[in-house]
């Protein structure tokens, strides 16, 4: 668990981790600390969307994908999930003049036909409007689980097997790479390192083939309060770690 003030780290750049994920926790006990509705939380949640992904590209981050919305998420009550639907509209809107200046790409993973049009549309043109990018991709899971992932792999393994194009015993890990959502992210696929804010230590339906081999670490910081100088705390902290691999140490 990382804590307290981190300043003026030196990070080895060959040490940055290629791919980091963040479950981005925290925002309704961040509004319930100042007396402000959960709502409020999310909004300054999204700004730090831009601050942490403006520092994860300086930093030489090649992948950053950032867990929004989760396929249990729709439990909430129905005017915080339509906030939350409302704020990539938002968020796209203010910001995707700056991603496009950074060279940064906008993917999205999940199931977005079960968002609002206006959400649909607002993350289309965002893609579309970035595809051209080649710096760091900033990869939103929106509508995401982990489980509903594996089970559209599982779909679409079992059409290949119908369709005479796999038999069941030839299936390698390669053919599950290739049926997920993190797919066109090729060799980057598999995050380095994984964040979470907030304290909580579980994995809550985030990336579970892909982080067979990631990094963990876990912050009391609040998501909105997540800054800069977290994300290179995080950073030396797993440019500290021994990444065996169930090998053993050279
Ligand atoms: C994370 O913050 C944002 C989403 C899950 C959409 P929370 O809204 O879960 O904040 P807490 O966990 O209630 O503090
Ligand atoms: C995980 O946070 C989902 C996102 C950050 C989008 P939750 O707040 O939904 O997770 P739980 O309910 O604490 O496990
Ligand atoms: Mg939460």
Partial sequence: MLNGKQKDIELDPARVPRHVAIIMDGNGRWAKKRMLPRIAGHKQGMDNVRTITRAA???GVKVLTL????????????G????????PVTFFNKFVPELIEQNVKVMIMGDTSMLP???QKACADAVADT???TGMVLNFALNY???DELVRAAQKLVQRANDGDLQAADVQASDIDAAL????????ADPDLLIRTSGEE?????LLWQIAYSELVFTDRLWPDFSPDDLKAAFADFAGRDRRFGGIKK
């Fill in 202 to 206: 579980r994995i809550s339906n985030f």
């Fill in 57 to 59: 590209s300086d930093l």
């Fill in 145 to 147: 689980g982990g489980r």
């Fill in 181 to 188: 959502m993190t797919a066109p992210l090729g060799e980057l």
């Fill in 80 to 87: 915080e999930v339509s906030y939350l639907m409302s704020l």
């Fill in 67 to 78: 867990y929004a919305f989760s396929t249990e998420n729709w439990k909430r009550p129905e």
């Fill in 117 to 119: 049009a206006s959400t």
């Fill in 131 to 133: 595809a051209n990018n």
